[in-house]
């Protein structure tokens, strides 16, 4: 007999992600603000576009982040970034 997959509609998966959520004093700012700086919005697009964010900060983000300002700071990282390589490419062209 093989094993069957076990199909999950929508509301079984949002159970299960939300139960990964840790739910810890630790994610709140000390002064019991419960948003996300300019600052760590930043640092958090950059972690995320690199692979490297924890599950904690990345279920603080979720929590208390602005969708707002993470689609902002996202395009504004994916802008320098596109800058950024059309400025390595024209710098290689030059000196060929």
């Given at each position: 007999m093989t094993p069957r997959k076990q199909?999950?509609?929508?509301?079984d998966k949002h159970k299960?992600?939300?139960?990964?959520i840790p739910h810890?004093?630790?994610?709140?700012?000390?002064?019991?603000k419960n948003d996300v700086s300019l600052f760590k919005t930043f640092i958090?697009?950059?972690?995320?576009g690199?692979?490297?964010?924890?599950?904690?900060i990345r279920c603080r983000d979720f929590k208390h982040g602005s969708?707002?300002?993470?689609l902002l700071a996202?395009?504004?990282?994916t802008l320098?970034?596109?800058?950024l390589l059309v400025l390595l490419v024209n710098l290689a062209i030059q000196h060929l």
């Open positions: 199909n999950l509609n929508t509301n299960a992600i939300s139960h990964q810890d004093s630790k994610l709140q700012h000390n002064d019991g958090s697009v950059l972690s995320a690199l692979g490297v964010q924890t599950n904690e969708p707002k300002l993470f996202g395009l504004i990282s320098a970034f596109v800058a």
